[in-house]
């Protein structure tokens, strides 16, 4: 009897070691993420000084629904010698328009990063109004976000949130 023993209790042991293993993570049910691909063909009008052509970026977006909180993570490479940033945002509009700010992050020229080797990071969390997060978790795709440089004031890199 003890021989069966020993060996269903170490089966009982190595089975119960072995739940099901979800490699999917799962996002909080107060938080939205959004990863933009940001590309200057996307900016309407097009872009004037095309030397900043070559960039091309990633902005992953994070609203916080019970705070009101916008968390933005952005990386970006391909930019010519030179460049540099001087504002980014959240504007209201569809693929293809032009529109205002909608969401600022705030960030000043002297704020952003230096771009070295052609590329930068930054994070920066904002605060929204409750009406802002609620239109923007309503239709995402009707809004972007877009990157501005000082070659490029009117924006460099825009993407919808989607």
Not at 33 to 46: K, Y
Not at 134 to 139: G, K, P, R, S, T
Request: with cysteine.
């Amino acid at each position: 009897m003890k021989r069966l023993a020993i060996p269903v209790a170490i089966l009982a042991i190595g089975l119960a070691g072995c739940g099901s293993d979800s490699s999917t993570p799962t996002t909080p049910s107060n938080l939205s993420v959004f990863t933009v691909n940001l590309l200057p063909s996307n900016e309407v009008p097009p872009i004037p000084d095309s030397s900043e052509n070559g960039a091309r970026g990633t902005a992953v977006i994070t609203v916080h629904k019970d705070t009101n909180a916008i968390d933005f993570q952005v990386s970006v490479t391909g930019f010519p010698a030179g460049s540099a940033f001087n504002n980014a945002h959240i504007h209201n509009a569809a693929a293809g328009v032009a529109a205002g700010v909608f969401v600022p992050t705030g960030l000043t020229a002297a704020q952003f990063p230096t771009i070295t080797n052609g590329a930068a990071t930054f994070s920066i969390t904002v605060n929204a109004t409750a009406d802002q997060v609620n239109q923007i978790l309503a239709n995402p795709a009707g809004f972007y976000f877009n990157l501005h440089t000082v070659k490029n004031p009117g924006g460099v890199m825009r993407g919808q949130l989607k």
